[in-house]
């Protein structure tokens, strides 16, 4: 897949790295409306200015969704680092740096549903009042395996952005996304008859970590030691806090009843 395209001023030799600036390329995102990710460029620059080096961040020229990102790890192509699900820790083409990233944010679910639903999905207690209700997932994508095996009904052939139109158009009848990301997506794609529903999250483990291939041993044991020393001082929980927190605490979630997914 694609090697980390560390390729810059940074030369690493044997173990120690010879230049003071790493360059990295990051995967663009299909979702999020924005090129960068600010959270992980602030988790990637404090993490190598811990090590002493400081480090110039690309985009791909192109979008990636989930499994082009992989494939270009994979390969070596396109793109240098990126953060994954954990279920590509068994991957032996990729390295795993073992430090979650978002704090099981994103194993929190939260849907989008129709206005007009809040009442009956308030009524919601269990996965199998759920199963009553058809849901939105790409069946490409992780969490439609895990909501299946789950008990619930999946409609998984709509792209992304048709899930939006979808949904407003009772196609289906909710659509779970990240506790991280949202606020934004609603904002951004829902039309005026879809909300944030209230009362329910789905959760279940989804942790996000940094991947390397495995050519570029040396940049994932600096960036894993950078992010270790953001821990133990709290600045990472910090960063945590200063991109995510208003906006998790907005959802309320712990006072959301808890519907259990079957990883």
Known sequence: MLRFVLVLWCLFTGSTVAAQTVQLTLPSSTHTGSVQNLYIESLLRESFASQGLTVEIGYSEQEMNTARIH??????????????????????????????LYNNAH???????QSQHQQAFSQIESLEQLAGYVGLQHHSWSDYDM????????????????????????????FPRSAVTIVAEHRRHAADNVVIEQSLVLRYNNEFYFYTNQ??????????????????????????QQFYGERLDSLQLDKRRVLQLQH
């Open 147 to 174: 909501m299946v095996r789950s008990g619930l009904k999946v409609e998984g052939e709509y792209s992304y952005s048709a899930m939006f139109k979808a949904l407003a158009e009772g196609l289906a009848d909710y």
């Open 107 to 113: 194993g929190q679910r939260i849907l989008l549903i």
């Open 71 to 100: 494939q270009s790890l994979k390969t070596g192509q396109h793109i240098t680092l990126a953060w994954l699900g954990a279920r590509f820790q068994q991957d032996p083409d990729l390295i795993a740096i073992p430090i979650p």
């Open 215 to 240: 050519a570029d041993r040396e940049l994932a044991d600096t960036l894993k030691q950078g992010l270790q020393q953001l821990q133990q001082s709290g600045r990472f929980d910090q960063l945590f």
